[in-house]
């Protein structure tokens, strides 16, 4: 009877057993797909594209000389103050000019013995011609007659040079500018001694107008004959010049000259754009940055860079495909300006590219279209839900 009890415990037990395993067993339910991820977009077009090339430039005089003294002597006075304004004929440094006032005085002395010693050959030879017409005196000696003018004639032609080198011997001890413009810093002082053509006394440039030195490529040569033919230039204001404190000078230039050859060994050529200086912003010597627009001949595809990312050397963008999909898309990027980037190859105009929320977006991932600030993981602000 025990036995029979243990028999039906036993089966209520494994009963339990079998109920409690099938309830524990139930089948997994199916996961859904992912959510869409928000981002904002951008459809790619074709525009109009200027650009701005910037190069550093250096302003330099469009005219300037140095003065350097054309004979020797002590300084004897400085008739400018360093710095000053000049004008052209304009007095601004005196040689000792005492040898040079006796040697001008002793060439006029010579000069005019010399041109005595020929009037009177020149009369003797008159007077031997004419007794020779009435042969009262022999050929022979009107021919000497003749010699001797002539050597007196070329006496009176080295005394008239020997007084012109003289003069200007003497004009030379008085340095003048040689052109409107401003003096530096001189060079020299009161009782230096100066050697011909060696010392420098100071320089003279003009200030205005001025210009800037910039060096360009060889392969824009084109572009920059183009604009220094262009009428236009000054008026498109294609040049500005970004001075050393960050501020943009606000006159216009317009390209003056192009140098006559190509440096081999940095493939650039000199171009110089002239600006007006009035108010002496711009000092020869300083170091610039120059802006210059770019005009773009044909309309060119231009995205956002931020929606542009970069791994291994190759740009990509993300291109919203079929149902909503992003399908990474490898990019060649052009000339970059303000918050944009022109695409020279790997995308269509009409497309779609991800801008806003880009990092958060997987390959063939779902995409939703949202405002940037929900891209950007940021909560709306209060009342923007109605």
């Known amino acids: 009877m025990k036995t029979f009890n243990y028999i039906q415990l036993g089966i209520v037990i494994l009963g339990s057993l079998s109920l409690a395993s099938c309830g524990g067993n139930k089948a997994p339910q199916q996961q859904g797909p992912p959510p869409a991820v928000p981002v904002t977009t951008y459809k790619v ?10 190069y550093p430039g250096v302003v330099v005089a469009l005219n300037e000389v140095e003065l350097r003294a054309q004979v020797g002597g002590y300084i004897t006075a400085i008739y400018i103050k360093d710095g000053q304004k000049v004008n052209k004929g304009q007095k601004l440094y005196e040689i000792d000019r005492t040898k040079y006032i006796a040697a001008y005085n002793s060439a006029k002395a010579d000069l005019a013995v010399a041109k005595a010693n020929r009037d009177k050959t020149k009369k003797d030879a008159d007077r031997y ?5 009435q042969d009262a005196v022999a050929k022979q000696r009107v021919d000497y ?28 001890s008085i340095i003048v500018s040689p ?5 530096g810093i001189s060079q020299v002082k009161l009782g230096a001694l100066v050697s011909p053509g060696t010392t420098l006394l ?43 404190d960050g501020s943009i000078y606000k006159r216009q230039g317009h390209i003056v000259a192009i140098d006559r050859a190509v440096d081999p060994a940095t493939g ?27 005009k773009a001949p044909q309309h060119q595809l231009v995205i956002p860079f931020k929606a542009v990312s970069e791994m291994l050397g190759q740009y990509n963008v993300m291109v919203v495909g079929d149902s909503s999909k992003a399908v990474p898309r490898i990019v060649k990027l052009g000339k970059q300006f303000e918050q944009n980037v022109v695409i020279t190859d790997g995308l269509k105009s009409g497309e779609v590219i ?7 977006v997987r390959p063939g991932a779902v995409v939703k279209e949202v405002s940037a600030a929900e891209a950007n993981g940021q909560q709306p602000a209060a009342g923007a839900k109605k």
């Open 45 to 54: 077009a074709d525009q109009p594209v200027t650009t701005t090339d910037t």
């Open 354 to 360: 991800v801008v806003e929320g880009v990092q958060n």
């Open 202 to 244: 100071n320089t003279v440039s003009t200030n205005n107008p001025i210009a800037v030195d910039i060096a360009v490529g060889q392969e824009e040569i084109p572009r920059f004959e183009q604009m220094k033919k262009n009428p236009q230039a000054v008026k498109d204001s294609l040049f500005s010049v970004q001075l050393p």
């Open 129 to 133: 011609t004419k007794l020779a017409q």
């Open 179 to 183: 052109l409107n413009g401003t003096i």
């Open 145 to 172: 007659a003749l010699t001797d003018l002539a050597n007196a004639e070329s006496q009176v032609t080295a005394a008239q040079a020997n007084v012109s080198s003289a003069a200007n011997d003497l004009q030379r």
């Open 268 to 294: 650039t050529i000199k171009v110089r754009i002239s600006y007006p200086n009035e108010t002496n912003k711009l000092f020869a010597g300083m170091t610039v940055n120059l802006n210059a627009l770019n």
